[in-house]
């Protein structure tokens, strides 16, 4: 079965840092499209960053471009946002997801996202 | 940057009744959309990708249909369970873009 679950959101200062990860199972981070996607509690879904198979390319909304940065370990299966600069509009559910062949690479995958509050 | 347009933000409804929800793109996407649905306390899930294919798993009484710069979700008969919101998404280019969403609510 395949499974994503994110961790590593909490609450942090503006102008701080945190690293949200991904760990994939059921299937290679490789082989699918993966991506953040935030939402603010409420609100609609906005597209963070996303990496291509390969890992070769990477991928920001403009909001986050400079401060924010995706990389995969395929070692490990796991995906990482590293988020530096976090600035209060930052603050949202952050999902995890991902698409294989199956459904076009659209993101058929969800993990159960994860709260990240910047708020001093 | 792509701009999907859905309409109408609400749209209230009886169970048994047809929903059919708007989704415009604000240029040329091809077939490269897709429908997901979201429920209070949860994460999407996808429905329709390509414009027209249902997702592995997905009832039947969900259809997508358009290409180009319009398109449309059809709930053939609302369950229960379908009340909702429901989000349009493009791949076409990057940066990929959601629609601000339609809420099915019971009437």
């Known amino acids: 079965e395949v499974q994503v679950l994110e961790s590593g959101g909490g609450l942090v200062q503006p102008g701080g840092s945190l690293r949200l990860s991904c760990a994939a199972s059921?299937?290679?981070?490789?082989?699918?499209?993966m991506s953040w996607v935030r939402q603010v509690p409420g609100k609609g879904l906005e597209w963070v960053s996303g990496?291509?198979?390969?890992?070769?390319?990477?991928y920001y909304a403009e909001s986050v471009k400079a401060r924010f940065t995706i990389a995969r370990d395929d070692s490990k299966n796991t995906l990482y946002l590293q988020m530096n600069s976090l600035r209060d509009e930052d603050t949202a559910v952050y999902y995890c997801?991902?698409?294989?062949?199956?459904?076009?690479?659209?993101?058929?995958?969800w993990g159960q996202g994860t709260l990240v509050t910047v708020s001093s | 940057e792509i701009v999907l347009t859905q309409s109408p933000a609400t749209l209230s409804l009886s169970p048994g009744e047809r929903a059919t929800l708007y989704c415009g793109s604000s240029?040329?996407?091809?077939?490269?959309l897709a429908w997901y649905q979201q429920k209070p306390g949860q994460a999407p899930r996808l429905l329709i990708f390509?414009?027209?294919n249902r997702a592995t798993g997905i009832p039947a009484r969900f259809s997508g249909s358009g290409s180009g710069t319009d398109f449309t979700l059809t709930i053939s008969s609302l369950e229960p369970e379908d009340f909702a919101v429901y989000y349009c998404?493009?791949?076409?280019?990057?940066?990929?873009?959601f629609g601000q969403g339609t809420k099915v609510e019971v009437k």
């Open positions: 998404q493009q791949r076409y280019n990057r940066p990929r873009t």
């Open positions: 990496i291509s198979g390969s890992g070769a390319g990477t």
């Open positions: 059921g299937f290679t981070l490789s082989s699918f499209s």
């Open positions: 997801v991902g698409g294989g062949i199956d459904s076009g690479y659209f993101w058929r995958h």
């Open positions: 240029q040329y996407i091809s077939s490269s």
């Open positions: 390509d414009a027209s």
